[in-house]
């Protein structure tokens, strides 16, 4: 079994910096992309960026191109989400997802494991 655990949510004032952590442990699985996602209440899932495993690439939601961050660390088995100049409509539970397949990275439905989400509420 895989397990996915985020960390690092919080409340945070808007223009304010958050990082949000995603360490995967047990069965160790052939990743092929990790991803972040968020849900604000009342509002449909939606894809905010995406890494793929192995050369680092990387891709995002328009809504938080240049704000935000995906990075990895292999060693660690983490994935990392840095979020500069919050604004309030980031509110959301923040979730990590790992997927093994090749395929459309903004759909998550694609993807085969999923942490418990964090919270993160920006203040305006």
């Known amino acids: 079994q895989v397990q996915l655990v985020e960390s690092g949510g919080g409340l945070v004032q808007a223009g304010g910096s958050l990082r949000l952590s995603c360490a995967a442990s047990?069965?160790?699985?052939?990743?092929?992309?990790m991803g972040w996602f968020r849900q604000a209440p009342g509002k449909e899932r939606e894809f905010v960026t995406a890494?793929?495993?192995?050369?680092?690439?990387?891709f995002y939601a328009e809504s938080v191109k240049g704000r935000f961050t995906i990075s990895r660390d292999n060693a660690k088995n983490t994935v990392y989400l840095q979020m500069n100049s919050l604004k309030p409509e980031d509110t959301a539970v923040y979730y990590c997802?790992?997927?093994?397949?090749?395929?459309?990275?903004?759909?998550?439905?694609?993807?085969?494991?999923w942490g418990q989400g964090t919270q993160v509420t920006v203040s305006s």
């Open positions: 890494i793929i495993w192995s050369d680092g690439r990387t």
């Open positions: 047990g069965r160790t699985f052939s990743r092929y992309a």
């Open positions: 997802a790992g997927r093994q397949r090749v395929g459309m990275l903004q759909a998550g439905e694609t993807y085969d494991y």
